[in-house]
């Protein structure tokens, strides 16, 4: 077994933390959290425990500029200390990474990511929700609705909403889910159209809502729900779904479906033009 390269030293790595349970952290952040020499972390979302027992300084970043966390970080990396910036979830959604990387890379510090659980997908891990169901959806789009960060051109939830039946997967947005629901609405989807909003997914404080664009608001002004939650739409957030046995299947594991692995059992066909006997040098077919 090769053994993983050391962490560098005068190094700056992005780690994405997950959605806040400790034990969803990848080996690889784990391994690098407890070797560095200095930690800066994001305290208003990552919850402290992650850093209990470590060798480094632990810093929490929340009442930081942009200009503060970067200096720190590269005076430390110019000493030659070992530097873990610890995000919530994973650092490419929302993880505000760009502007630090731009920066690092201004001032001559190597720097590496490391990716993490992103929200959306442990919210539909808790959901026990598929994002992707056959022949109903094949798209996911991670996104969120305009507050004080204006969307860009094309990019309003109204433009989203057109995108047929694909699973809406909002950050940023259960403060403003009335608007969410009024504009996916008059962007085309129906009122009736299932969502999901989970809010500290995987911690212990954790709550789900569920109901329609029609009833969501209503749902989260109840709960009283306003900070780190995700907003999920579509219809493959129908809780329904997975009593419906025999719909919605993948066809990899049909038996009438050959595939490199597999030929179709005798009397059955093959989704492949090549037809039972496919080349067995065809990569395997996905899932969904």
Request: charged share 20%.
């Amino acid at each position: 077994m090769t053994l993983p390269p050391p962490m560098e030293a005068g190094k700056v790595y992005l780690i994405g933390a997950g959605p806040g349970d400790p034990e969803l952290l990848t080996l690889k952040a784990r391994r690098l959290i407890d070797a560095a020499d200095y930690v800066l972390y994001t305290g208003s979302l990552v919850p402290d425990v992650h850093f209990v027992g470590i060798r480094g300084e632990v810093e929490d970043s929340k009442g930081l500029t942009l200009d503060d966390m970067v200096g720190r970080m590269v005076e430390r990396a110019r000493q030659g200390q070992r530097i873990a910036r610890v995000h919530t979830g994973d650092p490419a959604v929302y993880g505000a990474t760009h502007e630090q990387i731009a920066r690092l890379e201004a001032a001559g510090v190597p720097w590496e990511v490391v990716p993490g659980v992103t929200s959306a997908l442990a919210a539909a891990a808790v959901l026990g929700a598929e994002l992707t169901i056959p022949e109903m959806t094949q798209t996911i789009v991670l996104s969120r609705t305009a507050g004080r960060t204006p969307m860009p051109p094309g990019e309003d939830l109204q433009d989203l909403a057109r995108l047929g039946n694909a699973t809406l997967c909002l950050y940023l947005s259960a403060t403003l889910v009335e608007k969410v629901a009024r504009e996916l609405i008059a962007g085309g989807r129906p009122a009736s159209t299932p969502v999901a909003v989970v809010q500290h997914a995987t911690l212990p404080t954790q709550r789900i809502l569920r109901g329609t664009l029609a009833t969501i608001a209503s749902e989260v002004r109840t709960a009283r729900v306003r900070d780190q939650a995700m907003v999920l739409v579509g219809p493959a957030l129908d809780p329904e779904l997975r009593h419906h046995v025999g719909q919605h299947e993948s066809r990899l594991y049909a038996a009438d479906f050959s595939h490199r692995f597999r030929r179709a059992e005798r009397g059955g066909g093959s989704d492949d033009p090549a037809g039972p006997d496919i080349d067995a040098t065809l990569p395997p077919s996905e899932p969904t």
